[in-house]
């Protein structure tokens, strides 16, 4: 590993993310024609859109190393980067938990932390789905939990299965989900009857968009890239939008972050 690869390829990340927000921090030039060795990143699907746009970038300016990035989800990612140490980059949509802190330093890493952006966790249905625009909090927590049919959330609503798609439980999204929604418990979710969950938020947008019944939540670039088919629900009347995340107003709001190590940097 070329030391210096992984701190010109963050340099790189934040120096866009400068010119795109409110960093106001003077960073040095990256010429990533200077920069060698390989580099492999693993982690969160909602930090991937924005790994790989950086990866584009590096390599557009005469990278000629190979750079992977997984999408694994956050937990798994911390797994490869603080247990078996085989990454250089971990891509998280949640802080670090002191016990992968601990897994880190058990095998000679401190990882070092880099808030990368904020994200607005989106809750969606399809757009053939007529009848869900607004819900609370406690509303959100039925339909993911106890509510078999959408009449068991509001009365007027059609009494029919709520079709469940949410991501899996190595996934920082699902983490931060539980931890607002359940108060950190896991259980009622998971417990929820017609819920598939998977790693891959393009397999939850499709089983989204194949039922007017269906639910589930992602990342807020996925919304995105699918707000063709898809409807994002408002959240206690605010709905998740880039200026709702930023200034802290949709209850979903959630920070990003990528970390390494000196040692690699």
Known sequence: MQKSRIAMIVTVILALLMA????AQELPE???????????????STVFPLAERMAEVFRDGGYSGEIAIDE????AGFERFCVAGET??????????????????SIGRTPIEFRVGTDALTVAVSQENDFVEDVTAEEL?????????WADVRAEWPAEPIQRFIPGTDSGTFDFFVEEIFDEDE??????SNTQLSENDNVLVQGIQGSPYAVGFFGFAYYIENEDTLTAVSIGGVAPTA????DGSYPLARPLFIYSDASIM
Request: net charge negative; glycine share 8%.
């Open 20 to 23: 795109t927000s409110a960093f």
């Open 30 to 44: 990256v010429d990533p024609l200077d920069v060698t060795g390989d580099i492999v990143s693993a982690g969160s």
């Open 72 to 75: 694994i989800g956050s937990g």
């Open 88 to 105: 250089d980059i971990s891509n998280a949509s949640r802080a670090i938990k002191d016990s992968e802190i601990e897994s880190c330093e």
């Open 141 to 149: 927590a039925l339909i993911f939990s106890t509510a078999e049919t």
């Open 187 to 192: 259980g009622p979710i998971l417990a929820a």
């Open 243 to 246: 200026e709702t995340a930023e």
